[in-house]
């Protein structure tokens, strides 16, 4: 990958980001740090001297000015190590004892401390250390210095500003070196990401999402779109189907309208135009009713935001629901009888209820066996109200069940059964809307459809114990 598009990724300017913070944090720890050692340093220097200075002003009261001396030569043998700085002088400021050759000249001042520069041999080098003492006026008008130099603060001072430059330097360096590597691999699984949403974009339809197995953010990002893709996969083959339904169910009906409407038009007799114009109109309804049946499916798949839900009596919804059929069953010789084992109340849109046992009841009349019977039952499982409509037709092989709950899907290939292939769809998204379990079985011989309610509403209150939710 191109140098500058890697330093682009987020990946990279988030890590360098975090290294920036880390060295601000380390320089800024190491600022507090220095400023406490200096502080500290000073204040333990500063008591110090003055104890140094006390004890040594005590010796000169008791001892004078020869005993003092002694003192002072004592502490600034060449065989003693230390920092300290001491100085006797008389009352012209003339050297009487010390480590320093001369009274310091007039430098800085803070009351009786004096800062100032001396020359001292470190590591077998002459360099300049500053200094800082305290001037005591000892009686008889004679001068004391007492101090310390600077050296071990100076090394002090050096080794922490050198371990915070390595400090930061690791740091930045560490930050830089996680963010290339944590960018690289990044970058990696978006490339492959994007490769193989190209290859789809080209055409291979089949290809998929990589997954590591790792379980990461990436896989279950691959997850979530390879399941997308086989979804839209799904819908496309389902759309392709339904067209070529549409395709097939309304040439047919339409070319017959055509032509009926084309002989109304011939020179006919009345009769035969009038009879044209009703066949017109009749496949004119055939049409509407294929399209309703698509629009209500729509508008069932839509949502249970569109629909007013209350307490419907399924028991009361059956006995509509078979009074209004018992002609068209009558028609066809097959009997209805229903069964209602105990009061079972839903929440849900009464209208769209009523649908679901109407399209069933019309299925099992159209194509139960003639003279057979349509058994209905209402009742409750585990709670659950459900409602069972079985008949004795030919059924519906197993391998098929799934099938013809998608649109335009019939079993009859050649169409020469009445009807659409949009009746089961329409109960199962309305099913689906109510939150309701729609199967399909055998009833031996014949089909059995059990539509089945995730909720019971109290009889006795009259409200709903578990509602539907969506």
């Known amino acids: 990958m191109p140098l500058p598009r890697f330093l682009a990724t987020s990946t990279f300017r988030l890590a360098l980001t975090y290294a920036a913070l880390f060295s601000v944090s380390a320089i800024s720890l190491a600022g507090v740090t220095f400023w406490t050692m200096e502080f500290m340093l000073a204040r333990e220097r500063r008591e110090t001297v003055l104890a140094e200075a006390n004890l040594l002003a005590e010796q000169f009261r008791r001892f004078g000015p020869g005993g003092l001396s002694l003192v002072i030569a004592e502490r600034v043998r060449p065989d003693r190590v230390g920092d300290g700085i001491y100085l006797l002088a008389g009352p012209t400021f003339t050297p009487l004892a010390g480590n320093l050759t001369d009274w310091p000249p007039t430098g800085e001042h803070e009351g009786p401390w004096l800062d100032f520069t001396i020359e001292r041999n470190v590591a077998g ?160 309804d055939q049409l509407l009713r294929t399209f309703s049946a698509l629009l209500a499916i729509a508008d069932a798949e839509a949502g249970a935001s569109r629909i007013e839900r209350q307490p419907v009596e399924l028991g009361a919804l059956a006995r509509d629901v078979v009074e209004l059929y018992e002609p068209v069953g009558d028609e066809r010789g097959v009997s209805l009888s229903l069964t209602v084992e105990e009061p079972a109340t839903v929440e849900g849109d009464r209208q769209l209820l009523f649908q679901v046992l109407a399209n069933l009841l019309d299925n099992a009349i159209k194509y139960g066996a003639d003279g057979g019977r349509v058994d209905i039952g209402v009742s409750r499982v585990d709670g659950k109200p459900e409602i069972v409509v079985a008949d004795r037709g030919a059924g519906i092989p197993e391998k098929d069940r799934e099938r013809v709950l998608e649109r335009f899907v019939r079993l009859d290939e050649s169409r020469t059964t009445p009807g659409i292939g949009l009746g089961l769809p329409l109960v199962k998204a309305i099913a689906h809307l109510h939150n309701a379990e729609l199967e399909l079985g055998d009833n031996t011989p014949g089909l059995l459809v059990r539509v089945r309610f995730p909720m019971v509403i109290d009889e006795g209150k009259g409200e709903p114990r578990r509602l539907v939710a969506r």
């Open 125 to 284: 080098l002459r360099k300049v250390l500053g200094a800082r003492a305290i001037h005591v006026l000892l009686p008889d008008n004679y001068h004391l210095l007492v101090g310390q130099d600077m050296s071990t603060e100076a090394r002090l001072r050096s080794a922490l500003i050198n371990a915070s430059l390595w400090g930061i330097a690791v740091t930045v360096g560490l930050g830089l070196a996680v963010g290339f590597i944590a960018s690289r691999n990044f970058l990696g699984r978006i490339e492959a990401i994007n490769r193989s949403t190209d290859r789809i974009r080209a055409g291979e339809v089949e290809h998929r999402m990589a997954v590591s197995g790792s379980g990461d953010e990436f896989d279950r990002l691959s997850q979530n779109l390879n399941a997308m893709l086989d979804d839209i996969q799904r819908l496309l083959a389902g759309i392709r189907t339904v067209t070529d339904n549409i395709a097939h169910d309304l040439r047919t009906p339409l070319s017959r309208l055509k032509n009926g409407l084309e002989l109304a038009l011939a020179d006919a007799s009345e009769d035969e135009r009038r009879q044209a114009i009703e066949r017109a109109i009749g496949e004119s």
